[in-house]
């Protein structure tokens, strides 16, 4: 036994004392180091994230979530160095020559401030999932609001994030998640929850606190473990009571060989006690009568439905874990005849006395969905003036081809607004966010309008949180996944592929203003 006075008892406990400040030492290198550059909205002087900062010898730094660049670069400190500055959506003036860009005097603990204007309607915050998130903010010493700034759960990269308000929180979930130790991840889900704004959560112009559910080793753990190989996808989470009044949360799972192959499908239902979905039944592949993406909750003639946008509304089920559950109570948004499955060479459209076409909700009648309509369109079934999912660029006319995205009634528009990313180009890039408006959660959607561009990257699968909107909804935010996968693999942004990004949309915007429809040519 060591005595409290030998001279190795006396340098642990220095050890000991010294420990803590030693990690700071560690993540926070002293602030006199770097050169502080913070790229700020010109509109707002709001940092913004996801700016690139790049020298004439291609040294390329991109902004933290705070829009600070910690830069140091041996050989450079004491000079005039050249910057050219470019972002997703934002632009940066010209000099003289043409160059988009400023030479900033670099030194030591200096600091500048860079003012970029822009051009999205829609304003980029802050990153939400991945490391490194403040990094730069932390290095030169400035406050960050998450108190997981750098690594949360050994998080590095996450994939379509869902969420819902259940038990008093938010509880977020997640696909595939990196992590630093291995280039595989974890495949069966993430989550973690996070405090509701008002009731001790960030607010979400701030950023989003997470907690996240963690296995032995601290990293993100599964979810949703479903027996077999292959990742497992959820989505189409719904709170709905059982028998005897408890609510219980749902989903749908895929199993998937690969990003386009299904191996298996099914409903899960969440299990409090350890604290995953635990799989309930398989259903058909392909089927739309389970629940889809980001589910919206209506009341129509007094009974509550969940109706699924895809990114249209084509689909619903009373809102009852029995109802949930069984594939023959859910009803399809379509215009074909009552029973009729689609065809495209032959498709038995419903017409009243007038001739219109009858859009409704129908039992065991296949939905009609854009792709579908536009078969119909083709066959000369339906005119040009009766499709409702033929969504057109407000601008220039051109037909946007929209993927993904949710829909949500807004107090303010008073009106349901769509957010939802385009498909476009050869491969299909995904990257280009557009907004729409209508009087009914199934449309029609005439006319939408660019609001975020995401130059050749992919921003996928954007989701409007409704339980953020603010001043009586004038204020929305939604998030989405900015990725190379399907754009440009081969320049992958630093820290911020594969992540999260949230926007904040202001609906008082006046270029948000959507023009009248007209009956154009498909």
């Excluded at 929180?169 to 280039?183: K, L, N, V």
């Excluded at 995953?276 to 439905?305: D, N, Q």
């Excluded at 199934?442 to 409007?464: C, E, L, M, Q």
Aim: net charge neutral.
């Amino acid at each position: 036994m060591f005595s409290p006075r030998s001279p190795l008892m006396l340098g642990c406990l220095v050890l000991a004392l010294l420990w803590p400040a030693a990690r700071l030492s560690a993540q926070a290198p002293p602030e006199n180091r770097f050169f502080q550059i913070q790229v700020v909205d010109d509109a707002t002087s709001r940092g913004v994230p996801l700016v690139e900062l790049r020298t004439v010898n291609e040294v390329r730094h991109y902004t933290d979530s705070n829009g600070i660049v910690a830069f140091y670069e041996p050989g450079l400190m004491g000079q005039r160095v050249f910057f050219f500055v470019s972002s997703h959506g934002y632009e940066f003036p010209k000099d003289g020559f043409g160059m988009i860009g400023r030479a900033l005097d670099v030194r030591e603990g200096g600091r500048a401030t860079l003012r970029i204007k822009r051009v999205n309607i829609a304003e980029r915050l802050y990153r939400i999932t991945g490391a490194g998130i403040y990094r730069d903010s932390i290095l030169v010493g400035a406050k960050a609001p998450l108190r997981e700034p750098l690594l949360n759960a050994q998080v590095t990269g996450q994939d379509s994030a869902m969420a819902v308000v259940w038990r008093d929180r938010i509880r977020w979930f997640w696909g595939d998640t990196g992590r630093p130790a291995y280039p595989l991840g974890l495949f069966e889900m993430s989550g973690a929850t996070s405090r509701l704004p008002g009731d001790g959560g960030l607010d979400p112009s701030v950023g989003i606190d997470l907690e996240y559910f963690v296995d032995q080793n601290g990293f993100s753990r599964a979810m949703c473990p479903i027996e077999g190989p292959g990742p497992v996808w959820i989505d189409g989470l719904v709170i709905v009571p059982d028998g005897s009044g408890e609510e219980k949360l749902v989903c749908h799972y895929s199993r998937m060989k690969d990003l386009g192959t299904v191996l298996e499908e099914g409903m899960a239902v969440y299990d409090e006690k350890a604290d995953v979905f635990l799989k309930h039944a398989e259903r058909e592949i392909g089927s739309w009568r389970v629940p889809k993406a980001h589910p919206r909750r209506v009341t129509e003639e007094g009974v509550e439905y969940y109706v699924f946008p895809t990114p249209y509304a084509t689909a619903r089920v009373r809102a009852t874990l029995a109802d949930v559950l069984d594939p023959s109570r859910y009803e399809a948004f379509t215009c074909l005849a009552p029973g009729a499955k689609f065809d495209k060479k032959a498709a038995k459209v419903e017409r009243d006395a007038d001739g219109r076409p009858v859009y409704d909700w129908k039992r065991d009648t296949d939905p009609i969905d854009a792709a579908r309509e536009r078969a119909l369109l083709d066959a000369g079934s339906i005119r040009p003036e009766e499709a409702r999912y033929q969504t057109r660029d407000a601008d220039s006319g051109a037909s946007v081809v929209l993927h993904a995205g949710s829909i949500s009634w807004n107090a303010f528009r008073k009106k349901y607004i769509l957010i939802a990313n385009q498909i476009y180009g050869k491969p299909s890039m995904l990257g280009e966010v557009f907004y729409a408006e209508a009087d009914a959660i199934t449309g029609p959607w005439p006319r939408a309008r660019k609001i975020a561009t995401h130059d050749r990257y992919s921003f996928y699968n954007p989701v409007h949180h409704a339980l953020f909107d603010q001043e009586g909804g004038r204020l929305i935010y939604f998030e989405g996944t900015y990725s190379a996968l399907f754009s440009r693999e081969d320049d992958k942004t630093p820290r911020y592929d594969y992540n999260q990004i949230m926007y904040r949309l202001d609906l008082a915007d006046p270029r948000l203003k959507l023009p009248a429809a007209k009956a154009d040519a498909p």
